[in-house]
């Protein structure tokens, strides 16, 4: 399994960006993926991820604001992030796993600038 980040930049507190993941390997659509992120100094953290199904869940802190989909034709999973804030800045990582071994992106940096 590959998984390919992208979609990350500088943009001003309240704007938008939607990254993308882009996934190699057989049966994408067969698993859920995640997004997490990391910010200096701080520990990964989950931040959505989506079921095979369809069905998402948020971290609290940007619940309402952040929005998991897929394309299991594209094998492709995006996070529309609005209503950005300084803490949302972090590198964002998409991830999957496979049994017990979780395979990451590459990272894509988010700087949101107050």
């Known amino acids: 399994v590959q998984l390919q980040a992208s979609g990350g930049g500088l943009v001003q507190a309240g704007g938008s960006l939607r990254l993308s993941c882009a996934a190699s390997?057989?049966?994408?659509?067969?698993?859920?993926m995640g997004w997490y992120r990391q910010a200096p100094g701080k520990q990964r953290e989950l931040v959505a991820a989506?079921?095979?199904?369809?069905?998402?869940n948020y971290s609290d802190s940007v619940k309402g604001r952040f929005t998991i989909s897929r394309d299991n034709v594209r094998r492709t999973v995006y996070l529309q992030m609005n209503s950005l804030k300084s803490e949302d800045t972090a590198v964002y990582y998409c991830?999957?796993?496979?049994?017990?071994?979780?395979?990451w992106g590459q990272g894509t940096q988010v700087t949101v600038s107050s």
């Open positions: 989506i079921t095979s199904g369809g069905s998402a």
């Open positions: 991830a999957t796993d496979r049994g017990s071994a979780r395979y």
């Open positions: 390997g057989v049966a994408f659509g067969r698993y859920a």
